[in-house]
Every structure is written in structure tokens, then in C-alpha cells.
T-cell receptor, first 111, second 115 residues
């Protein structure tokens, strides 16, 4: 079983739509959680960390469910510029030295 | 945020040659750097973890004699793909942690094409 699993998509949505992605992780000892955004052939960029209480950054809301071992990302009022691949990242291990990436969920926002 | 510089951005080489990729942390000291490989439409796969001044820790299935990693200073790690073959063609990307921080800062990646 993969450490981190995501629906690869693609999710094709119109501008202004609300879209949600989920991600599941297998290691219950996972300590930190992140969403990264990756554009084609570019490096991943940190979108937001995910906290147990849930957190929001503008149009983006992240949730963590430790009991069910999943993480979600909600994007409201989608923009064309939101088109990218969204990577779920889970971190655990001694000294936070293990980062595992999901395969990514591709989002296409269309006019 | 912290900046990680990776060079070269892309390289084309003949089969059998060696290629060196550099990863530098520009405005912070990176005690730990990570090297990843990404094939098209696939996830980033961790190849190895390097700590300054010590030997790299390789993930299962990654040949340490083929992918040489050197982390001689707190700001520079290098990955050398030795005797490259077409199947080594991939997108290689480094990342660094600043101290004991949780966040990763990524280089811009290197697209390697082996003919």
C-alpha cells in the first residue's frame, strides 16, 4: 500500500466553482501534513500546512481527520490560475526526516 | 521564504557519461537535503537523504554507486548520475530543510535526457 494516496483526476471545473480533493495516508504516526502545488515541469511549492483544527487561507481550506487518516483541500471560487497538480505530503519519522508525496491530483479550471 | 538554487535546469548527455547536479541553499544553512526523481505523471519519489558531513541515506531500490551524493557543506549538495543510461532520463529535484523545520524548500529541478 502506498504511503499517501490521491485521486489523480483530472478535475475539470468552470471558473468560480468549488472543488475538493481528498488524500489518505497509511501511517498513523504521521506528524505533519501539507498541500503543495506543482505546475508542469516545475518544482512543488508549498500551498499550506494542515492543522488538526483545520485552517483557511483565503479561498483555500484544509482539514485533517486523524481518526480516518485523511486530509482534504477545498478551493472556493476557482480561478484559471488555480490549474495545477496538487500534492498531498505527509511527514513523520525521527527528526521529521521522512516526507512522502502523493501522486497528485490534477485540476483544470476552464473559462 | 528560503531559496534553493538547482543547476543545471536541463541537460542532454550521451549514454555512458556522468552528470552532476548541484543544489544550493542561498540564504540559509541546510542541514538536510533530499533528492527526488519524478517520471512523467508520477509522484516525486525520494531517492536519498543527505546530511551535511555524513553519508547519504538511500531509499530502497536506489543504487548508491550509481547516484553519488555529496553534502560537503551546509549550503551545497550534489547528485552525480554515473554512467547514465536512457532509463535514467527523468526530472530530478532537490529540496532542503532549514534546521529542524518541517517545511521543505525546493530547487527548480533538472530535466535529464540521456540519448
Amino acid at each position: 500500500r502506498k504511503e499517501v494516496e490521491q485521486d489523480p483526476g483530472p478535475f475539470n471545473v468552470p471558473e468560480g466553482a468549488t472543488v475538493a480533493f481528498n488524500c489518505t495516508y497509511s501511517n498513523s504516526a504521521s506528524q505533519s501534513f501539507f498541500w503543495y502545488r506543482q505546475d508542469c515541469r516545475k518544482e512543488p511549492k508549498l500551498l499550506m500546512s494542515v492543522y488538526s483544527s483545520g485552517n483557511e487561507d483565503g479561498r483555500f481550506t484544509a482539514q485533517l481527520n486523524r481518526a480516518s487518516q485523511y486530509i482534504s483541500l477545498l478551493i472556493r471560487d476557482s480561478k484559471l490560475s488555480d490549474s495545477a497538480t496538487y500534492l498531498c505530503v505527509v511527514n513523520y519519522g525521527y527528526n521529521f526526516n521522512k516526507f512522502y508525496f502523493g501522486s497528485g491530483t490534477k485540476l483544470n479550471v476552464k473559462p | 521564504g528560503a531559496v534553493v538554487s538547482q543547476h543545471p535546469s536541463w541537460v542532454i548527455c550521451k549514454s555512458g557519461t556522468s552528470v552532476k547536479i548541484e543544489c544550493r541553499s542561498l540564504d540559509f544553512q541546510a542541514t538536510t537535503m533530499f533528492w527526488y526523481r519524478q517520471f512523467p505523471k508520477q509522484s516525486l519519489m525520494l531517492m536519498a537523504t543527505s546530511n551535511e558531513g555524513s553519508k547519504a541515506t538511500y531509499e530502497q531500490g536506489v543504487e548508491k554507486d550509481k547516484f553519488l551524493i555529496n553534502h560537503a557543506s551546509l549550503t551545497l549538495s550534489t547528485l552525480t548520475v554515473t554512467s547514465a543510461h536512457p532509463e535514467d532520463s527523468s526530472f530530478y529535484i532537490c529540496s532542503a530543510r532549514q534546521g529542524a523545520g518541517e517545511k521543505l524548500f525546493f530547487g527548480s529541478g533538472t530535466q535529464l535526457s540521456v540519448l
